[in-house]
């Protein structure tokens, strides 16, 4: 069971999302910062936004398709900005669901449809991700542009709870179907997240866990749910013996998990 059942959706995302991130205090600035070098939207909880380093970094390693730059863009003006996905971290997962070549994709968490996109770019034809989330009004930001690249017919997003579309998944018969998983949602949900992407991922597939480090928020808990449970499930993943995985500092903290 959820803890924020009963609660409504649009306070999901307050409490969860936002609420973990604005206390976290770490983005004020960030877009007007980085806007100057060209990288609006970059973020790294160990590095600082800021960083000239990741600046370099960023300016020596992004091969960010245009229609990726085109939602990029159009998040950076939107309020919750931040809630996007970090560049490179998408590039990455990227190269690795092309590494064990991705057929089957599945997206916890859209907001504009900046990495939903960045799937759909590398699957093939006739591949799929599917695409949960609860706000409609954030993923019709990105679609224009999903039909713009030519690749809105791989993409198969179901508005409702995440959890739910999972459990609809796995009713339908499709555990250990999917290639790769992407868990960036509602904090509180995690745990249910991450088991259920175990379960619809094949052996070899690959789960990437957004934002394990939450902003250094894993480090003081004291009445911090999000910041607790995501402290508690990076302990989980680190004995699970179901899984290899690597934590990386990269954006705001990310968990490979390869399933064996
Ligand atoms: C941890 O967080 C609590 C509650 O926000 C705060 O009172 C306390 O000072 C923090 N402790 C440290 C070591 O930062
Ligand atoms: C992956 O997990 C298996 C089983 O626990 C272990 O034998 C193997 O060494 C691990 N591989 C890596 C790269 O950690």
């Known amino acids: ?12 995302i307050g409490t969860a999302v936002l609420g973990c991130v604005f206390a976290a205090g ?20 160990v590095l600082g936004s800021n960083n000239v380093l990741l600046q370099y970094m960023l300016e020596n390693s992004l091969r960010e398709h245009p229609s990726l730059k085109k939602i ?17 971290q998408a590039q990455l997962m990227a190269n690795l669901a092309k590494l064990i070549k991705t057929k089957k994709a ?5 907001y504009t449809g900046y990495n939903t996109l960045n799937m759909a770019l ?22 224009p542009i999903w039909k713009e690249a030519g690749v809105e017919h791989k993409i198969d997003l179901r508005i409702k709870e995440a959890v739910q579309t999972l459990d ?21 949900s995690y745990d249910h997240y991450y088991e259920k992407c175990l379960k619809l991922i094949r052996k070899g597939g690959i789960i990437a866990i957004d934002n394990v480090l939450l902003g250094g928020r894993v480090l003081n808990r004291t009445n911090d749910i999000c910041g607790q449970v995501l402290h ?5 993943i680190l004995r699970d013996h179901r899984v290899n995985m690597s934590m990386l500092a990269v954006g705001d903290g990310l968990t490979l998990v390869f399933k064996l």
Request: aromatic share 8%.
């Open 122 to 143: 590398l699957l093939p034809d006739d591949g799929k991700v599917v695409a949960c989330d609860v706000n409609e009004e954030y993923a019709n930001i990105g679609k």
């Open 232 to 236: 508690d499930l990076n302990q989980k």
């Open 106 to 110: 599945l997206e916890v968490g859209v």
């Open 1 to 12: 069971m959820s803890l924020l059942s009963g609660i409504s959706k649009e306070s999901v």
């Open 168 to 188: 609809e998944l796995l009713a339908a018969g499709e555990a250990e179907t999917f290639d790769f998983a992407f868990i960036d949602a509602d904090k509180e």
């Open 26 to 45: 770490l983005w004020a600035g960030s877009r007007q910062s980085s806007s100057h070098t060209g990288f609006q939207g970059a973020k790294n909880t």
């Open 72 to 88: 990029r863009l159009k998040t950076v003006e939107h309020p919750y900005h931040f809630m996007m996905v970090a560049c490179e």
